[in-house]
Nanobody, 124 residues
Framework: VQLQASGGGLVQPGGSLRLSCAASGATLDSYAITWFRQAPGKEREGVSCITPNNGMTYETDFVKGRFTISRDNVQNTAYLQMNSPNPEDTAVYYC??????????????????WGKGTLVTVSS
């Protein structure tokens, strides 16, 4: 599976941005999808994930209520809608896929495939 993250860029605090994660080489409906991020000097951390079977989502506390993960299995693409970002959200964002029947996780060691990151800078 090849994953391609896109949609990053410069966004003002309080604005919005949508990241995309396009897959090729396999259909995503057998994979949980997780978005991670890594800020300069910090470890990679899980942001949000979505299950393969019923589309349930999980978000970490620092993005809950602001970021929304979704998936379109027909388009073979996952998304991360970022609303009301703040400068602390500045990071390289990565999408990853984890082949499983149900559930999803936020631990990077559990991922099977990774896309290259896309840089999000939140600044006025």
């Amino acid at each position: 599976v090849q994953l391609q993250a896109s949609g990053g860029g410069l966004v003002q605090p309080g604005g919005s941005l949508r990241l995309s994660c396009a897959a090729s080489g396999a259909t995503l409906d057998s994979y949980a999808i997780t978005w991670f991020r890594q800020a300069p000097g910090k470890e990679r951390e899980g942001v949000s994930c979505i299950t393969p079977n019923n589309g349930m989502t999980y978000e970490t506390d620092f993005v809950k209520g602001r970021f929304t993960i979704s998936r379109d299995n027909v388009q073979n693409t996952a998304y991360l809608q970022m609303n009301s970002p703040n400068p602390e959200d500045t990071a390289v964002y990565y999408c990853a896929a984890d082949r499983r029947v149900a559930g999803c996780g936020l631990h990077p060691d559990a991922m099977d495939y990774w896309g290259k990151g896309t840089l999000v800078t939140v600044s006025s």
